[in-house]
């Protein structure tokens, strides 16, 4: 059961563009939910992560949205450059002894210049 | 330093055989994961040990044994490598369970070719 889906599985975006990748999910206990950019020939290094308390989390040119009410939360990226192409992954778990991350699908970013 | 290495890089064996994958990591972490990423890239948990101590165990076929000598070190024995195996296996740490605070350092993967 695929508790985490995201989409879209690729997205296309030119320099300067946004490029928003947007995940959905069931499990309401869920309280950490990071964003992880993998590069080809590499593992997944963490981007950006947010806690359900708060709806906006920011660090540069990347946010996360979420909304708790809708279980979804978002990816955007502002001022899309080539060097953020990239596989991109949300995840989510419920923190505790035994936690595990769940991960989406995927998106494949592409930014043409 | 590279916080998390794994060895080999590339694995490439025939069906039937016995592999293993060394894993390390130097940022004093108490937990450490083995993750496999499919063709599809999908990524999914099967192991997790904490200060050496099994925590989390997938559904994985028993031919998949990992092995923690002390807490900086988490191994993966494959037995009798099936074409399915085909993957690429990352390894993962965290200061203690994934949290916001404690997030999942990995490895750069070690891509298995059973053939």
């Known amino acids: 059961q695929q508790q985490v889906k995201q989409s879209p599985q690729s997205l296309i975006v030119q320099k300067g563009g946004i490029s928003i990748i947007n995940c959905a999910y069931e499990?309401?206990?869920?309280?950490?939910f990071p964003w992880y950019q993998q590069f080809p020939g590499k593992g997944p290094a963490l981007l950006i992560a947010i806690r359900p308390d708060v709806s906006e989390k920011k660090e540069g040119r990347f946010t996360i949205s979420f909304n708790k009410s809708a279980k979804q939360f978002s990816l955007h990226i502002m001022d899309s450059q080539p060097g953020d192409s990239a596989t991109y992954f949300c995840?989510?778990?419920?923190?505790?002894?035994?936690?595990?991350?769940?991960f989406g699908t995927g998106t494949r970013l592409q930014v043409t210049l | 330093d590279t916080a998390v290495s794994q060895t080999p890089k590339y694995l490439v064996t025939q069906m039937g055989n016995d592999k293993s994958i060394k894993c390390e990591q130097n940022l004093g972490h108490d937990t450490m994961y083995w993750y496999k990423q499919d063709s599809k890239k999908f990524l999914k948990i099967m192991f997790s040990y904490n200060n050496k101590e099994l925590i989390i165990n997938e559904t994985v076929p028993n031919r998949f044994s990992p092995k923690s000598p002390d807490k900086a070190h988490l191994n993966l024995h494959i037995n009798s490598l099936e074409l399915g195996d085909s993957a690429v296996y990352f390894c993962a740490s965290s200061q203690v369970t994934s949290s916001y605070n404690s997030p999942l350092h990995f490895g750069n993967g070690t891509r298995l070719t059973v053939t």
């Open positions: 499990n309401t206990a869920f309280d950490y």
């Open positions: 995840a989510a778990t419920v923190t505790g002894t035994a936690s595990k991350l769940t």
